[in-house]
């Protein structure tokens, strides 16, 4: 069983950036593949960034590639998404989330119903 607990979310003017962080625990990080989606008032919930157990190969949803970064440190357990240039429709509450390695693939990484474990969200908020 792994915990997730997001950071770093907050109110920010577009064209700025934030960096959310991940934690986990409980769990044996290195095993899964990360993933951060997000989720806007009366919308869905859509995937952002997606890094692999073992790091390398990451994807991006086309809304955010050349903008954010998503990272991890296996050491520490952490995952990390770095957001340049945001603009206001990255406005959204932001998850990380968890699938054990061997059940994601390049077909299935952006669904959300694929991942195991989730983290409660941080809220990114950008004003115009």
């Known amino acids: 069983q792994v915990q997730l607990a997001e950071s770093g979310g907050g109110l920010v003017q577009a064209g700025g950036s934030l960096r959310l962080s991940c934690a986990a625990s409980?769990?044996?990080?290195?095993?899964?593949?990360m993933g951060w989606f997000r989720q806007a008032p009366g919308k869905e919930r859509e995937f952002v960034a997606a890094?692999?157990?073992?790091?390398?190969?990451?994807h991006y949803a086309d809304s955010v590639k050349g903008r954010f970064t998503i990272s991890r440190d296996n050491a520490s357990n952490m995952v990390y998404l770095q957001l340049n240039s945001l603009k206001p429709e990255d406005t959204a509450v932001y998850y990380c989330?968890?699938?054990?390695?061997?059940?994601?693939?390049?077909?299935?990484?952006?669904?959300?119903?694929?991942?195991?474990?989730w983290g409660q969200g941080t809220q990114v908020t950008v004003s115009s």
């Open positions: 890094i692999p157990y073992r790091g390398g190969g990451m």
């Open positions: 409980g769990g044996t990080f290195s095993s899964y593949t």
């Open positions: 989330a968890a699938a054990f390695w061997h059940t994601i693939t390049a077909v299935n990484q952006e669904m959300s119903r694929d991942y195991d474990y």
